[in-house]
């Protein structure tokens, strides 16, 4: 699957990842996010763990079209089977968030493919320069 820092120039780009595979993480960051320094490197080592069976991407919204659920960085998108299922929109204290990163990976590492009328689940981060 892999990790890698991309760059998707389109929608269709958007949709052949998520299209090529099972479960994909996008990590939507920008330069001027004070919360992005941390929690990009922290996305990228966990996802290390999971390179087999995620496909994530960090994303830097100055350069990637916008995608109508990223509202604020750092956004987290987590899609199954090219639907998305969750939405993580920071990761709250800096003591919480590797916390809450490795409990996402490995929750959608070992899920079976959600069904079509899933909601996804929306978690909004409580700390103010997140909002």
């Known amino acids: 699957m892999g990790m890698a820092t991309a760059v ?3 929608v269709e780009e958007y949709q052949r ?13 920008s330069q001027h996010c004070p919360a992005c320094g941390a929690a990009g490197p922290l996305f990228e080592r966990v996802a290390g ?10 994303l830097d919204t100055a ?9 604020g960085t750092p956004t987290l998108l987590i899609f199954q089977n090219g639907q998305m299922v969750e939405k ?3 990761f709250g204290p800096w ?19 959600p069904t079509s009328t899933a909601p996804y ?9 997140h909002r």
């Open 8 to 10: 998707i120039k389109n």
């Open 17 to 29: 990842v998520l299209a090529a595979h099972k479960t994909v993480f996008m990590l939507f960051v």
């Open 49 to 58: 763990k999971y390179v087999t069976s995620v496909k994530s991407l960090v």
């Open 63 to 71: 350069q990637t079209p916008r995608h109508p659920e990223v509202t």
């Open 88 to 90: 993580l929109k920071g």
């Open 95 to 113: 003591d919480e968030q590797e916390h809450a990163i490795l409990e996402t990976f490995s929750r959608y590492a070992k899920l079976s493919p």
């Open 121 to 129: 689940r929306k978690h909004e981060s409580r700390h103010p320069s």
